[in-house]
T-cell receptor, first 113, second 116 residues
Framework: AQSVTQPDIHITVSEGASLELRCNYS??????LFWYVQSPGQGLQLLLK??????LVQGIKGFEAEFKRSQSSFNLRKPSVHWSDAAEYFC???????????FGIGTKLQVIP | DVKVTQSSRYLVKRTGEKVFLECVQD?????MFWYRQDPGLGLRLIYF???????EKGDIPEGYSVSREKKERFSLILESASTNQTSMYLC???????????????FGEGSWLTVV
């Protein structure tokens, strides 16, 4: 079965610093990959998604992610973090674009002044 | 804007009680979902409905049932609540068709359930 692994449960970065959140997938064929963000007390919001084509995907709120087949990774990046980016981030996948999505365990981002 | 509304944000129930969590979406979506979110476990799919009166088990359906009598409403039912069902429950909805064709899953704000 398809799955994603988020190796970092908590990450702390300084405001203005760059950010990279890691996600590794396990799936034989090309997976469909997503990044979602959950602000405190809120539901999940889609940041970006990858299905095929250009391996560098741009999302909302200044985020991007790069699909690397050789490393089975889909890491999320942002060049300069803002205090409002403090949230929990979930990597997710589904085979073939079907609607039953499997989520990672999440990475909680703390932003310090 | 798509709105997925979970009417109860915070509930406290006693062990053995029957619990209903209600979810309503306003975008005429065919698909609706119930997820459970726990620290260190992420989101796990409980049940999925792809049409009125149609349902499919997710990864952790034990102890739960669902009802979808109307397209816009999807209810999660705990027949006899237990303390290990204390969790955050998230409802979601999406249009029919693959996610690769532009569909997106929209989430509600969640319902925090504590079973004492």
């Amino acid at each position: 079965a398809q799955s994603v692994t988020q190796p970092d449960i908590h990450i702390t970065v300084s405001e203005g610093a760059s950010l990279e959140l890691r996600c590794n997938y396990s799936y034989g064929a090309t997976p469909y990959l997503f990044w979602y963000v959950q602000s405190p007390g809120q539901g999940l919001q889609l940041l970006l998604k990858y299905f095929s084509g250009d391996t560098l995907v741009q999302g909302i709120k200044g985020f991007e992610a790069e699909f690397k087949r050789s490393q089975s990774s889909f890491n999320l990046r942002k060049p300069s973090v803002h205090w409002s980016d403090a949230a929990e981030y979930f990597c997710a996948t589904t085979p073939g674009g079907y609607q039953k999505v499997t989520f990672g365990i999440g990475t909680k981002l703390q932003v310090i002044p | 804007d798509v709105k997925v509304t979970q009417s109860s944000r915070y509930l406290v129930k006693r062990t053995g009680e029957k619990v209903f969590l209600e979810c309503v979406q306003d975008m005429d979506h065919e698909n609706m979902f119930w997820y459970r979110q726990d620290p260190g476990l992420g989101l796990r799919l409980i049940y999925f409905s792809y049409d009125v009166k149609m349902k499919e088990k997710g990864d952790i359906p034990e102890g739960y049932s669902v009802s979808r009598e109307k397209k816009e409403r999807f209810s999660l039912i705990l027949e006899s609540a237990s303390t290990n069902q204390t969790s955050m429950y998230l409802c979601a909805s999406s249009a029919q068709g693959e996610l690769s064709s532009g569909n997106t899953i929209y989430f509600g704000e969640g319902s925090w359930l504590t079973v004492v």
